[in-house]
């Protein structure tokens, strides 16, 4: 039982390059996060998917899309990157139910964009 | 929407001495609070909840306070420990339905031998 996985763990990316941001878990949860993480401010939720089949934005979408491509993975995706977007990224779960449910982190993407 | 807001953002302490990290939030519909504890170079574990059902709970030497009349919630360390150093987040469930956590922006902790 691995839990939340993230790949890669570390990735350099110039302006204007593309990449993709893959998360898996294996908790069967139904729910699932991106958060970025930058200095001073905390955890701030990107995209999540209630569900299969559905996603919504968060708190800071702009300028990036997610895909959750079945009930394991949810992956997150930057079309264009720009050096704004030069953070930690987590990816989480949850089973949420009628009492709400811990939240597990993967272990992070550390994203440099020059 | 929910906001939280924590308190204090650094907080050093003895080895031995109690830690207590504060959180306050906004939506009184919010029911749930974690916290979460992260250690260098790793993802948030959660250390302790509390449910808006209950005022205290305790799990060995951490413990999280919550009054609801004033919406804050607090998280207490005693008998610090060197590996207790971390950042840790306090965290709201945003009740409407749509699966949020609200974080605060954290506390980083340094026990001092």
């Known amino acids: 039982n691995a839990g939340v996985t993230q790949t890669p763990k570390f990735q350099v990316l110039k302006t204007g390059q593309s990449m993709t941001l893959q998360c898996a878990q294996d908790?069967?949860?139904?729910?699932m996060y991106w958060y970025r993480q930058d200095p001073g401010m905390g955890l701030r939720l990107i995209y999540y998917?209630?569900?299969?089949?559905?996603?919504d934005k968060g708190e800071v979408p702009n300028g990036y899309n997610v895909s959750r491509l079945n009930k394991r993975e949810f992956s997150l995706r930057l079309e264009s990157a720009a050096p704004s977007q030069t953070s930690v990224y987590f990816c989480?779960?949850?089973?949420?139910?009628?009492?709400?449910?811990?939240?597990?982190f993967g272990p992070g993407t550390r994203l440099l964009v020059l | 929407g929910e906001n939280v807001e924590q308190h204090p953002s650094t907080l050093s302490v003895q080895e031995g001495d109690s830690a207590v990290i504060k959180c306050t939030y906004s939506?009184?519909?919010?029911?749930?609070f974690p916290w979460y504890k992260q250690e260098l170079g790793k993802g948030p574990q959660l250390i302790i909840d509390?449910?808006?059902?209950?005022g205290e709970k305790k799990d060995q030497r951490i413990a999280v306070t919550l009054n609801k009349t004033a919406k804050h919630f607090s998280l207490h360390i005693t008998e610090t420990q060197p590996e207790d150093s971390a950042v840790y987040f306090c965290?709201?469930?945003?009740?409407?339905?749509?699966?949020?956590?609200?974080f605060g922006t954290g506390t980083r902790l340094k026990v001092l031998a």
């Open positions: 989480a779960s949850s089973a949420p139910g009628r009492l709400q449910e811990t939240q597990y």
């Open positions: 908790m069967n949860h139904n729910s």
């Open positions: 998917s209630a569900s299969e089949g559905t996603t």
């Open positions: 939506d009184s519909a919010s029911n749930y």
């Open positions: 509390i449910r808006s059902n209950v």
């Open positions: 965290a709201a469930y945003d009740f409407s339905g749509t699966y949020k956590y609200i």
